[in-house]
């Protein structure tokens, strides 16, 4: 059985990313340039983006349990002051890095604090910020590589744990789904697999380790970096074989449990 990473491994991946992300900041014909992934963007829109999500997300690792964002992290996003000097704006985002892998050093995993996240899988902790700050670094930086032309894949680490925390944090809640119950299985082709349940009580998900005994509705099976892409919406549901009822994927894709 697969475990999470461990911090220190969460924190090595962040720093890795955002070093690529950086590099690919540098290569880039400049901050004006269209970021393919996010079409209303542009790069420098990119480059604040995560930078912002790092500080933002310091404040709040530092500041412990609340019941909504903290006062420190709210003005530490309405303080962003971004260059756009190429190597200033290349620096600017490894400042901004420093600041959320200082606080969640300081912080500890087990530490409570507030997340956008209470109804789902995933603890309110300092280690499920970890988590989640992964993905979205991953993520950014596969945008900010595509707009140099030369995007690579998400490293393996990072996407077969993607491909887990998407589902835990951003799909999983108590807010009832508004069709008929159903079963979707996705299946990464490094040999993990996931179950999500949806029905009036919501969704949650689980690890299979063996065969289901039931098949799902619907399933896809993709690499674990392609299914991570996939779920933040850079490829399209067309990129990968789907078992079963296309239409309950689609389902999933356009639900927003928040509206």
């Known amino acids: 059985m697969h475990t999470n990473p461990a911090v220190p491994d969460l924190l090595r991946l962040i720093d890795d990313r955002s070093a690529a992300f950086r590099a690919a900041i540098a290569a880039a014909p400049g901050p004006d340039a ?3 992934g996010c079409p209303e963007w542009t790069l420098f829109d990119l480059a604040q983006h995560p930078g912002g999500g790092d500080r933002f997300w310091a404040a709040i690792a530092a500041a412990g349990p609340a019941d909504a964002p903290p006062a420190e992290a709210v003005a530490a996003r309405a303080a962003l002051a971004v260059p756009r000097e190429r ?11 420093q600041q959320l892998l200082d606080a969640l050093r300081e912080s500890g995993a087990g530490a409570g604090c507030w997340t956008w996240w209470p109804g789902s899988q995933s603890p309110q902790n300092a280690g499920a910020v ?5 993905q979205e670094s991953a993520v950014h930086t596969y945008d900010a590589q595509l707009t140099t032309g030369n995007a690579e894949s998400i490293p393996q680490e990072a996407a077969l744990d993607g491909a887990e925390e998407f589902l835990l944090t951003c799909c999983a809640t108590a807010t009832p789904w508004p069709h008929a119950p159903a079963v979707v299985d996705c299946h990464a082709t490094e040999g993990r697999s ?3 349940h949806l029905g009036p009580d919501g969704a949650r ?3 299979l380790t063996v065969p289901a005994a039931t098949p ?9 970096a392609e299914l991570v892409l996939f779920y933040y919406g850079r490829l399209p549901l067309e990129t990968f074989p ?4 296309r239409e309950v994927l689609q389902q999933l894709i356009d639900w927003d449990p928040a509206a």
């Open 34 to 36: 269209t970021v393919p």
């Open 87 to 97: 190597d200033a704006l290349t620096a600017w985002p490894a400042a901004s890095t």
């Open 130 to 134: 970890a988590r989640h700050r992964v």
């Open 194 to 196: 996931w179950r999500l």
């Open 205 to 207: 998900a689980e690890r």
């Open 216 to 224: 799902a509705d619907a399933s896809a099976r993709a690499g674990a």
């Open 242 to 245: 789907v078992e079963g009822d």
